[in-house]
């Protein structure tokens, strides 16, 4: 089949996408500059508002992969996907109650001090270092995937978008920092919901209305949600995806450094639990209307699958394929289109080119290599960084190009990767008995396993039976041919059964490997003791989740600690308490400087002054001791 183009108007709205993002970029680099800190340019001041940062936490992930890859996955497999709405609820809503708030109250500018302190500095780079390495190869996918997908569909030359995207977010994101980056986050958002609505209305219109698409897809087998099969090898059932899933979604609001630097840019840790519940209600929204134009899509194709009747090369061009068969007549809505997959994009790299620039300077430069630098020196620095790592995530992009059959294991990676990531952070937070040695261990034993599946899943991958929903190409206007190759017996791996466990449950795997295996070296090495650590790095499971329970098994699941060692190190371990001559008020020895007036320090006795956060981010809150 011929070709279509884009026209001129669509051209027109894509330049204009590109451009805006670029002013924002000015508007914040020069016309209201304040980007001289670090602070000010990785986190924004922590002076952002709950609502814009909402949107950017929920594009920063949002990509065109995922833009293209929901409606493709519910038209070959069916619509179990959509569960993956509830597990990014309940992620958020995890977030924003147990893990948020505890980053908050350290005040890291990289997630990675934490391990750190809690652990040491192996474990610290171990983390930063796979962080760094996923985020660089997925933001390359991210940036040529899409651009291959509409070149294929639309003709639109596939280096122009990569160089135009990748030269775009790098100038908006290294001199506008971190506020420029939210805020073309929120314009990207915008269009991406526009985009997706364009295409839902005018699908439902071309296929003969709601009903009938429904209807359609449920006689096709596409309308699915009871597949409750307790088989790990089952792609996709209601507990895959709300458990594996769910953990997912909580290694990246939880524990992913791009999601970690949007909590600390707002203003209150209650305004950082709002965004976060804003996101969970934004991603489920986009999963569902992706899901419904999956659904749309098999029942315009119902009777004439483009991929099997080789219009298409690949799956996961048949969003753009529909997008110029329906909508080219009407000029401008394929532009919208576009500008809803660039603004994927746009919104990925961005965030992920900020996160690393922090990762780098923070754990690399002052930590792994010793320096110090000035505020201001550190904030130049990271524009400097943030103008490199766009031209090497540029680069990779073209050797991405080159990786071909590859791509879909490299983009498995990024589940690979951050499972243990969340299982180190996992060990620290609630297992107050875990040491370094188990940290380290468990999470270079956790990392093996997973890239040992992940091969075996890829090198078996032939070997296990297709789990594709039926196609038809009764009805296409071209006759199609269809030969079925005469395969040879294959030899079955006698681990298949364990190579073809779902996707999904990688990260469960991979946090139980570290749990298990680092709590076992942490018992053979000598675990921490009580009076051994600071209880500001624990998250008492009892106190979440067992706060019914006697004392005597909340004290059990406290490995030792009770309240009073808790309270006890909050004194040691909280900023003194001064009061400012001529002043009534109660400050922290932080504001202390600020103020620059004389003070005296106390300790009132019974008194515990929390600061969850400096000065600038909330106020202490101060309590007494039973």
Known sequence: MALRTLSIVDYIFLIILLLSSAVIGVLFGFFK??????????????????????????????????????PSEVYVYGTMYIYQGISYILSSTITALVFMPKFREMNCTSAYEYLEKRFDRKVRMCASF????????????????PALALSQTTGLNIWLSVVSIGVICTFYS???????????????????????????IQGFIVVGGVKRTFSIAYNGGRIEFNSVSFDPRVRHTVWSLIIGGGLNALSVFGFNQTQVQRYMCVRTTRGARQALFINAVGNTLVVILCGIMGIIIY?????????????????????????????????????????CIFSGSLSTISSGVNSLAAVFIEDVYKSLMGRTLSDERQGFLSKI???????????????????????????????????????????GFFFPKANSHGGFIGFLTSLCLQLWILLGAQLTKKQVKSKRLPLSVANCSVPINITTPITNPIKLNPLLDFYSISYLWYSPIALGTVITVGMIVSYLTRPVKPKEIDPKLIIPVSGICCFCLPKRIRDWLRCGFTDDDYLEKKVQNNNELIVPKGCNTIHTSKIQQTLGTNTIAIFPSGVVIRTTMNGAYDNPTIWTKD
Request: one cysteine or more; a neutral charge; glycine letters at 10%.
């Open 33 to 70: 500059r304040k980007q001289s800190s670090s602070k000010e340019y990785l986190l924004a001041g922590g002076s952002m508002g709950v609502f814009p940062t909402a949107l950017s936490i929920m594009v920063s992930f949002l990509s065109a992969i995922t833009i293209l890859g929901i």
């Open 299 to 339: 029942a315009y194709y119902v009777d004439c699958d483009p991929y099997t009747a080789k219009y298409i090369s690949g799956i996961d061009q048949i969003f753009p394929y529909f997008v110029m068969e329906v909508l080219s007549d009407k000029k401008g809505l394929p532009g919208i289109f576009l500008a």
């Open 130 to 145: 796979s962080y760094s390495f996923l985020m660089l190869i997925y933001m390359a996918l991210v940036l040529y995937a």
């Open 385 to 427: 960084l943030s103008i490199i790592l766009g031209g090497v995530v540029m680069l990779l992009t073209y050797i991405v190009s080159y990786l071909g059959s590859v791509l879909n294991a490299a983009l498995s990676l990024f589940g690979v990767l951050s499972g243990p990531i969340m299982g180190v952070f996992f060990l």
């Open 174 to 200: 290294s001199v506008g920092g971190m506020k420029a980056v939210i805020w073309t986050d929120v314009l990207q958002a915008v269009v991406i919901f526009v985009g997706i609505l364009a295409a839902l």
